[in-house]
Every structure is written in C-alpha cells, then in structure tokens.
C-alpha cells in the first residue's frame, strides 16, 4: 500500500538555527513527490516538486531533496515568517495517479 | 482574483441535516479534487474529477454526493450529517492528474456538525 510519514510531527527552533524536515515513502513506482506549506486557516501551497533520486530544488531558506526511500526538506537560518505546517505528498503512477500526503511537520521559529 | 474559491468558509450545523459547499477555480484546469483534513491534519483525497468526470471516488460513504456541473466547479453535497463529519474540507484543481503536476488549493471550508 502506498504511505507517506513525516519526522519529526513538531519542530520548534531558534531563529538562524538550521534543521532538516523528513519525508519517507513507500510508493509503487513514483511519479513526483511534492513539498507544500500550510499555514493555519488556510489551504496548502506548492513549494517543489521532485521526479528522481539524486534532484535537488531551492526556493529561499528552503531545499529539497530526493533518494529512492525519502525527501528531506532543508532549512537553513530559519525566521519566523518560515513557521508553518510542511506537507510532503506523492503521486504513485499506480492508484489513478492519486496525491497522498504525509501527515505533515509543524514547524515553530521562535524569535 | 482567487484561483480556487470555496464556500462558505465556515458551516455549523446540526446532526442530521444536509448541506452543500462549492468550488469553483478560474485557472482553465481539467482536474478537481475533493480532500478531508481532520482533526490531525491528515490530508486524505475524497474524490477527483476530470472534466466532469468521476474518476477518484476513494471509499467515502454515499452520503456524500460531487456534482461537476462544468469543469470550473466541483461542489460537495452531504446528505444526514454525523458527529464524524466535522472537518476541515478542501478543494484543489491541477493542469492535469496524469503529468505529476502540483494542486492549488482553495482556503477550506471548516465544517462543524454538532
């Protein structure tokens, strides 16, 4: 069966302070796997999307990257204005291309 | 101009009674979704449209009723609430299911059944 976890279920950091999110999958055979935020209220918006182990996408603070087993989501100097739930989701080419999505990362940076 | 627009955004109401939410998106997508967000934040796809087209209807009960009347709206129609029901519930449409590419996703519809 097709399931995404994500480690650690919260974070809380210093501002500056780097870290990493953890995305793990198990998928037959996957078509891309997605990075979003979500802030509280509102619904999840599109940060990156990786195809094949060894990718790598950067957006700001913010990279992510792809094995065959697992995504991480690096974060480096956080502020607070990064403080955010992370989603990671998979598409399998299998499941009429359904997106299944992790149960997500909260994220705090405190000041 | 928002992208992918639902309503209302928040809906309270009593077990037992019926009630409706709507989706539209201006983006020109084939694709639209229906997903469930609890309690945990789970994100767990109801169903998927294409074109008008049932194509995801993932094991929810038939209380709950899509209707795509053209493929800029998907609403959500739910027939004898219960207690389970209450969720946040979001729409979300893509260029196209098969080509991997990211959803857009409206800003919830918090629903809470009493």
């Known amino acids: 069966e097709d399931q995404v976890t994500q480690s650690p279920e919260a974070l809380r950091l210093q501002e500056g302070e780097s870290s990493s999110l953890n995305c793990s999958y198990t998928?037959?055979?996957?078509?891309?796997l997605f990075w979003y935020r979500q802030d509280p209220g509102k619904g999840p918006e599109f940060l990156f999307t990786l195809y094949s182990a060894g990718e790598e996408k950067e957006k700001e603070r913010l990279k992510a990257t792809l094995t065959k087993k697992e995504s991480f989501l690096h974060i480096t100097a956080p502020k607070p204005e990064d403080s955010a739930t992370y989603l990671c989701a998979v598409q399998a080419r299998t499941s009429y291309d359904k997106v299944i999505f992790g149960p997500g990362t909260s994220l705090s940076v405190i000041p | 101009d928002t992208a992918v627009s639902q309503t209302p955004k928040y809906l309270v109401t009593q077990m037992g009674n019926d009630k409706s939410i709507k989706c539209e998106q201006n983006l020109g997508h084939d694709t639209m979704y229906w997903y469930k967000q609890d309690s945990k934040k789970f994100l767990k796809i109801m169903f998927s449209y294409n074109n008008k087209e049932l194509i995801i209807n993932e094991t929810v009960p038939n209380r709950f009723s899509p209707k795509s009347p053209d493929k800029a709206h998907l609403n959500l129609h739910i027939n004898s609430l219960e207690l389970g029901d209450s969720a946040v519930y979001f729409c979300?449409?893509?260029?196209?299911?098969?080509?991997?590419?990211?959803?857009?996703f409206g800003s919830g519809t918090q629903l809470s059944v009493l």
């Open positions: 998928v037959s055979g996957l078509r891309g």
């Open positions: 979300a449409s893509s260029t196209n299911r098969e080509r991997n590419e990211k959803l857009f």
